[in-house]
């Protein structure tokens, strides 16, 4: 079965408002602290966003292209990355729905992308 829309799992460094646009706009977001990950290390962080069926959103470049490596070495597999460069929480919105509008949850599988 394949997945057209991009849900977004926001790891604690991201603002919960990113969350709350993203819903206005009709997008699913959970935030780590809606999932009650706060505090969880970003190998916890991916792996929760694995389970969900999400795509992880991040301005944590360094720790989360490691772990895509890892991941990729390793042969696992996880539902897409995204790399947000820290901006205010509307210019993310504007960024990122370049994305959501243009990409898949399908094609995402295994990506990292930046924004």
């Known amino acids: 079965m394949s ?16 969350a709350d646009l ?19 290390n970003d190998e916890e962080q991916l792996a929760y966003a694995v389970r969900e069926n999400k795509i992880l959103l ?3 470049r360094v720790d989360f292209e490691r772990l895509a ?16 460069v820290r901006n205010s929480p509307y210019e993310i919105i504007r960024r990122l729905l370049i994305v959501l509008n243009q990409v898949t949850a399908d094609e995402m ?3 990292v992308r930046y924004i």
Not at 22 to 40: I, K, N, P, Y
Request: glycine content about 6%; aromatic content about 10%.
């Open 22 to 40: 993203l819903w206005a706009r009709g997008f699913v977001a959970v935030t780590a602290r809606d999932a009650g990950h706060l505090s969880r």
């Open 58 to 60: 991040t301005h944590n």
């Open 109 to 111: 599988k295994n990506q």
């Open 3 to 18: 997945n057209l829309f991009i849900e977004l799992y926001l790891d604690e460094d991201v603002s919960i408002l990113v």
């Open 69 to 84: 490596q890892e991941y990729f070495a390793t042969e696992r597999s996880h539902n897409g990355i995204i790399i947000a």
